[in-house]
């Protein structure tokens, strides 16, 4: 059964930083690009960053560029989004799933919220 779990979100005031996992089961995780997406409230699910397989590439969106940092640890099937510097506007419930541009997977995890508020 293929399985995406995230945690490590919260609540942090504007500044601090939060480092997001997600642990995948049921595939072999080592062979797939993977990425994060957010939603927040009333606004589409969007890519905030993706990750090659062996890690050799990365891509992010501008909104988060130079802010966060995707990383991978493919012996443990863990997925990692250490996000610095948060502002209110990184405000929403935070996703991973396989795929560079798109997700792979048609389904999604229960994702972690991520309230960045004073």
């Known amino acids: 059964q293929v399985q995406l779990v995230e945690s490590g979100g919260g609540l942090v005031q504007p500044g601090g930083s939060l480092r997001l996992s997600c642990a995948t089961s049921?595939?072999?995780?080592?062979?797939?690009?993977m990425s994060w997406y957010r939603q927040a409230p009333g606004k589409e699910r969007d890519l905030v960053a993706a990750?090659?397989?062996?890690?050799?590439?990365?891509n992010y969106a501008d909104s988060v560029k130079n802010r966060f940092t995707i990383s991978r640890d493919n012996a443990k099937n863990t997925l990692y989004l250490q996000m610095n510097n948060l502002k209110p506007e990184d405000t929403a419930v935070y996703y991973c799933?396989?795929?560079?541009?798109?997700?792979?997977?048609?389904?999604w995890g229960q994702g972690t919220q991520v309230t960045v508020s004073s």
């Open positions: 049921g595939f072999t995780a080592s062979k797939f690009a």
């Open positions: 990750i090659t397989s062996r890690a050799d590439d990365t």
């Open positions: 799933n396989t795929g560079w541009i798109g997700p792979g997977f048609g389904f």
